[in-house]
T-cell receptor, first 113, second 115 residues
Framework: DTEVTQTPKHLVMGMTNKKSLKCEQHMGHRAMYWYKQKAKKPPELMFVYSYEKLSINESVPSRFSPECPNSSLLNLHLHALQPEDSALYLC????????????FGQGTRLTVV | GQQLNQSPQSMFIQEGEDVSMNCTSSSIFNTWLWYKQDPGEGPVLLIALYKAGELTSNGRLTAQFGITRKDSFLNISASIPSDVGIYFCAGPPRYSGGGADGLTFGKGTHLIIQP
């Protein structure tokens, strides 16, 4: 099983809403990531979790709050977003310890209205 | 952070033609990855390169890790319609030393195939 599963696939939310994006992998990977991708741009790293601990936060605004409940799950909690936060949010996972090969989910297309 | 320069930005080719694209960096990379992304989907890993000079194939795809460790090339032979998409080079943004650092991506090459 080499799948990373993200839910929901699409999400529309108002600027005052609170919502969460979910990601799950069963490959035994101990590193998990959130990326943000705007249209016709490459993915940009947001957060890195290593062994369920947040190891990298790429200066992401606090309205994005990541959470790693266990080694298979990664959430991204959203609150008070702005329309410019509309993007494709990608989750990925990789082996810890030397392998950079990351496997991506299908992404959540987020629209903030 | 490290920058990856990917070219060309887009390619319009005929079905059956061979395709070449490349990535360069101002600093040394110890890993080069090539991904393909279809519209509305996540990137899919095509090829991973870990040694300078390494040449690796995956079906009609061939990628090379440059000797200087500052560049990489991806070639697609005999293109078919399903090759359409965006191809990204990527690598760890800093020398990871075994840790998880995430990836820095090139800006992508949009491949468009005319039947």
């Amino acid at each position: 099983d080499t799948e990373v599963t993200q839910t929901p696939k699409h999400l529309v939310m108002g600027m005052t809403n609170k919502k969460s994006l979910k990601c799950e992998q069963h490959m035994g990977h101990r590193a998990m990531y959130w990326y943000k991708q705007k249209a016709k741009k490459p993915p940009e790293l947001m957060f890195v979790y290593s062994y369920e601990k947040l190891s990298i936060n790429e200066s992401v605004p606090s309205r994005f709050s990541p959470e790693c409940p266990n080694s298979s799950l990664l959430n991204l909690h959203l609150h008070a977003l702005q329309p410019e936060d509309s993007a494709l949010y990608l989750c990925a996972s990789s082996q810890e310890g030397g392998s950079a090969e990351a496997f991506f989910g299908q992404g959540t297309r987020l629209t903030v209205v | 952070g490290q920058q990856l320069n990917q070219s060309p930005q887009s390619m319009f080719i005929q079905e059956g033609e061979d395709v070449s694209m490349n990535c360069t960096s101002s600093s040394i990379f110890n890993t080069w990855l090539w991904y393909k992304q279809d519209p509305g989907e996540g990137p899919v890993l095509l090829i991973a390169l870990y040694k300078a000079g390494e040449l690796t194939s995956n079906g009609r795809l061939t990628a090379q890790f440059g000797i200087t460790r500052k560049d990489s090339f991806l070639n697609i032979s005999a293109s078919i319609p399903s090759d359409v998409g965006i191809y990204f080079c990527a690598g760890p943004p800093r020398y990871s030393g075994g840790g998880a650092d995430g990836l820095t991506f090139g800006k992508g090459t949009h491949l468009i195939i005319q039947p």
